[in-house]
């Protein structure tokens, strides 16, 4: 079925292609972290302006996507435009973005450790200054949920809501992580699965120690407020 965006202003149809060629480049992340196996895991993005998201077209390989197999649907997940199917998590990724407003990017993988995690049904603990910094605590598990309908969402946005995590571990399923755009969604999808992996090794060694809430506190801010290039103001001109 093919849809279309006449309805929808010259202003909207070209950021629709352009979230499409970013939500494309995107996915070439999943594959190169192995984060996925064949054609699991999916990333969308938000539509600035419109109550739209892209994401991956459903079973085609990563190998094949292009910016134009990007599928392209409304918050209550229904096919706005495009060639194929939407990914079989797409009502999940649109009831974060119809209840979740400060959500640009949603991201879902079976990273192996991350998703080990999960089927334990554990959290992962905050035992490292990565995870203070990135996460602002431990990683939280979230409902075992079907896949089908908007449950997987409903799970996603309970666990998260009140959380500073943009990474949660669907139970015995995998993990599902937000950002302000799909980039910073890719960037925790990534993260979930190197924090997953360490604190496992870890544990084979011993007993992690835990951080301090206040030492906690304190990364999560300087990392979320400080770390990286900051914008430098202007100066004004010598008269």
């Given at each position: 079925?093919?849809?279309?965006?006449?309805?929808?202003?010259?202003?909207?149809?070209?950021?629709?292609?352009q979230?499409?060629?970013?939500?494309?480049?995107?996915?070439?992340?999943?594959?190169?972290?192995?984060?996925?196996?064949?054609?699991?895991?999916?990333?969308?993005?938000?539509?600035?302006?419109?109550d739209l998201?892209?994401?991956?077209?459903?079973?085609?390989?990563?190998?094949?996507?292009?910016?134009?197999?990007?599928?392209?649907?409304d918050?209550?997940?229904?096919?706005?435009?495009?060639?194929?199917?939407?990914?079989?998590?797409?009502?999940?990724?649109a009831?974060?973005?119809?209840?979740?407003?400060?959500?640009?990017?949603?991201?879902?993988?079976?990273?192996?450790?991350?998703?080990?995690?999960?089927?334990?049904?554990?959290?992962?603990?905050?035992?490292?200054?990565?995870?203070?910094?990135?996460?602002?605590?431990p990683?939280?598990?979230?409902?075992?949920?079907?896949?089908?309908?908007?449950?997987?969402g409903?799970?996603?946005?309970?666990?998260?809501?009140?959380?500073?995590?943009?990474?949660?571990?669907?139970?015995?399923h995998?993990?599902?992580?937000?950002?302000?755009?799909?980039?910073?969604?890719?960037?925790?999808?990534?993260?979930?699965?190197?924090?997953?992996?360490?604190?496992?090794?870890?544990?084979?060694?011993?007993?992690p120690m835990?951080?301090?809430?206040?030492?906690?506190?304190?990364?999560?801010?300087?990392?979320?407020?400080?770390?990286?290039?900051?914008?430098?103001?202007?100066?004004r001109?010598?008269?």
């Amino acid at each position: 079925m093919t849809a279309d965006l006449v309805s929808y202003d010259a202003d909207v149809r070209r950021d629709v292609q352009q979230v499409r060629e970013i939500v494309c480049a995107l996915h070439a992340e999943l594959p190169r972290w192995e984060l996925v196996a064949w054609t699991a895991g999916n990333v969308s993005q938000r539509v600035p302006g419109a109550d739209l998201f892209v994401i991956k077209p459903s079973g085609v390989s990563y190998d094949e996507l292009t910016p134009e197999s990007m599928v392209v649907c409304d918050l209550q997940g229904r096919l706005v435009e495009g060639e194929h199917a939407p990914s079989s998590d797409t009502a999940a990724h649109a009831y974060v973005y119809a209840h979740l407003p400060h959500v640009g990017g949603v991201v879902h993988t079976h990273s192996t450790y991350a998703t080990a995690w999960a089927a334990r049904g554990e959290e992962i603990p905050c035992v490292l200054t990565m995870m203070a910094d990135e996460f602002g605590g431990p990683v939280p598990v979230g409902p075992f949920a079907v896949i089908g309908d908007d449950s997987i969402g409903r799970g996603i946005v309970e666990t998260l809501r009140d959380s500073r995590s943009p990474a949660v571990l669907m139970r015995n399923h995998g993990p599902f992580t937000i950002g302000r755009d799909g980039r910073a969604a890719v960037k925790a999808a990534v993260l979930v699965e190197e924090v997953a992996r360490t604190v496992h090794l870890a544990r084979q060694l011993g007993a992690p120690m835990p951080i301090d809430q206040e030492h906690i506190d304190s990364l999560y801010a300087r990392y979320q407020n400080v770390y990286g290039q900051q914008p430098v103001p202007a100066t004004r001109p010598p008269d």
